[in-house]
Structure formats: structure tokens, C-alpha cells
């Protein structure tokens, strides 16, 4: 089992940056894939990214390609979401999540999900 916690969201104008973060807890993280989803308001729950377990392989929705980085570090148990050139259809509460595989982690089957952060994007 891991524990996810992310930290980072907050509010920014459009075409800002913000990185957030997972820290994970707990064994196995780099065992793991890793990625981002996000839900707006209204909306369902979306797929934004993933990360495989080595960092080598990651996969973007077309949404958000070229704006958002991921990248993680095994050592400090940690997932990264760089974003940015921010847009107001940004704005959702974000969410980190572990899966056993990359296609698990885009199809939504979620091992584990961090409890969200808030990304206000103003025009």
C-alpha cells in the first residue's frame, strides 16, 4: 500500500507555472506507475498524464501536451507536475494516483489516490 499526498496547487494567472507534488509513503514506490488526473467542476474525473516506474516512459493527454511535464525521483519517493502556460480550463482539483502499470494508470484502474489540490487558474 502507498500514501499519497500532493502539495503544490494554488492560484495563478493564466499563462503561469506551478509545480506540484506526491510524496509517497510506504513501499514499493518505484515500483510503481504514477500519474496525474484532474476533475473541474461539474466534470468528470480526467486522465492528464502518466510516468512509468523507471521515469523513461511517459504518455500526455493531448490537452495538456507541450504545457505539462511529469517526472519523478525513486529516492525521494516523489511524483513532479510541472505546469505550465497555464489556461482557465486548467482549473480542477488534481490528483496523484499509483497504478501497477502505465495502461492501468490511463485506463483508471488506481491502486492508490492522493486526497487533491486545488489549481485556480484566472484570466
Known amino acids: 500500500q502507498v500514501q499519497l499526498v500532493e502539495s503544490g496547487g494554488g492560484l495563478v494567472q493564466a499563462g503561469g507555472s506551478l509545480r506540484l507534488s506526491c510524496a509517497a509513503s510506504?513501499?514499493?514506490?518505484?515500483?510503481?506507475?504514477m500519474g496525474w488526473f484532474r476533475q473541474a467542476p461539474g466534470k468528470e474525473r480526467e486522465f492528464v498524464v502518466f510516468?512509468?516506474?523507471?521515469?523513461?516512459?511517459?504518455y500526455y493527454a493531448d490537452s495538456v501536451k507541450g504545457r505539462f511535464t511529469i517526472s519523478r525521483d525513486n529516492a525521494k519517493n516523489t511524483v513532479y507536475l510541472q505546469m505550465n502556460a497555464l489556461k482557465p480550463e486548467d482549473t480542477a482539483v488534481y490528483y496523484c494516483?499509483?497504478?501497477?502499470?502505465?495502461?492501468?494508470?490511463?485506463?483508471?484502474?488506481?491502486?492508490?489516490w492522493g486526497q487533491g489540490t486545488q489549481v485556480t487558474v484566472s484570466s
Open positions: 510506504g513501499r514499493s514506490f518505484s515500483s510503481y506507475a
Open positions: 510516468i512509468d516506474w523507471s521515469g523513461t516512459n511517459t
Open positions: 494516483a499509483s497504478g501497477t502499470s502505465t495502461l492501468r494508470v490511463q485506463t483508471g484502474v488506481i491502486d492508490n
